[in-house]
Every structure is written in structure tokens, then in C-alpha cells.
Nanobody
Framework: QVQLVESGGGLVQPGGSLRLSCAASRSIFSTTAMGWYRQAPGKERERVAAFTSGASATYADSVKGRFTISRDSAKNTIYLQMNSLKPEDTAVYYC??????????????WGQGTQVTVSS
């Protein structure tokens, strides 16, 4: 089992910034993809930012230019720097990692989620 531990959520005013962290219990070198998702009240879960299998970063249109995903492979950790936050960014944010396996398809793991609230 792989454990993902998230931190950094909280309450912030519009225009403010937060930095989320996700530490994995297994080396992230063996991940197929790793990134951040969010789910707002009454909405479906959506991908926010991720490193793909090709190691390139992708972003949702709603966060481009404001959010930045980064990683520290030595610490098995990814980050999400969130700037110019808007009330629409309010959601529970989840870390996701896909790991290769000895046989069959990759396996998905999820963090417990961390609440981000942007007041208006």
C-alpha cells in the first residue's frame, strides 16, 4: 500500500496564496502520473494540475497562470503553489499518484484530502 499525506490547506482571502504538499511513502520515480484534483460542493471531482507519464505538467484552464505544480523527487513530494486565489477555488483538494506494477495496469492511490477555503 502507498500512503499519500497532504498538508497546506486552510482559509485565505481572495487574491491570497497557499502551498499544498503531498508526500508519498514510496519513490515517485515509479509513478506513471502524479497530481492534484479538487471537488467543490455540488460538483464533480476535476483534475487541477498533474505530471503526465512524459513528465510534462498539465493544468486545468481555470487555474492556468495562477497555479504551479512542482516536485522534489528526493523527498517523494509534489507541491501545488496557488496564487491569486478566487472564491471559485474553494474545494477539497486531493493528491493522486499512479504507480507501475509488476503485472497488469498501474494502480491509483489517493490522499485524504485537504480543505481550501477562499472567502469573498
Amino acid at each position: 500500500q502507498v500512503q499519500l499525506v497532504e498538508s497546506g490547506g486552510g482559509l485565505v482571502q481572495p487574491g491570497g496564496s497557499l502551498r499544498l504538499s503531498c508526500a508519498a511513502s514510496r519513490s515517485i520515480f515509479s509513478t506513471t502520473a502524479m497530481g492534484w484534483y479538487r471537488q467543490a460542493p455540488g460538483k464533480e471531482r476535476e483534475r487541477v494540475a498533474a505530471f503526465t507519464s512524459g513528465a510534462s505538467a498539465t493544468y486545468a484552464d481555470s487555474v492556468k497562470g495562477r497555479f504551479t505544480i512542482s516536485r522534489d523527487s528526493a523527498k517523494n513530494t509534489i507541491y501545488l503553489q496557488m496564487n491569486s486565489l478566487k472564491p471559485e477555488d474553494t474545494a477539497v483538494y486531493y493528491c493522486n499518484a499512479r504507480y507501475v506494477t509488476y503485472s497488469g495496469p498501474p494502480e491509483d492511490y489517493w490522499g485524504q484530502g485537504t480543505q481550501v477555503t477562499v472567502s469573498s
